[in-house]
């Protein structure tokens, strides 16, 4: 479980780091973090549909990578709702949700390279 934590945590300053390198405000409260993950599920699901017409990525793959991205935006909505009864663990879900976008955004970026 550590370990998990170790690399959640890792994955998280990846993502910070990657706003501070855009210029944009680091989010630091609970609020701040998860209005930035919602803010990147819209730019998955916009960067999917570009790669989609660039085809650059399959439909099927598009479907599955935007299947992920509802599922991501659910868990933000059950996570947002859960902070007033458990803010702890909401902060966890909120944190392995983040997890799931960065990894989605780092595979967009690979199908963004390809020739």
Same mark, same amino acid.
Request: aromatic share 0%.
């Given at each position: 479980m550590r370990l998990h934590a170790k690399r959640s945590s890792f994955l998280l300053l990846i993502l910070l780091q990657g706003c501070a390198l855009l /210029?944009?405000?680091?989010p630091s409260t609970f609020n701040e973090r998860l *209005? *930035? /993950?919602y803010s990147t599920v819209t730019a998955i699901r916009q960067e999917t549909l570009s790669l989609l017409n660039a085809k650059r990525i399959s439909a099927d793959d598009a479907q599955n990578v935007q299947s992920q991205a509802d599922n991501a935006? *659910? *868990?933000?909505d059950v996570v947002g709702l859960s902070f007033l009864k458990d803010p702890v663990m909401a902060d966890t879900k909120l944190t392995a949700t983040i997890t799931i976008l960065t990894a989605l955004q780092a595979y967009l970026a690979t199908r963004r390279s390809t020739q």
């Open positions: /210029g944009l405000p680091t *209005a *930035a /993950g935006r *659910a *868990a933000l």
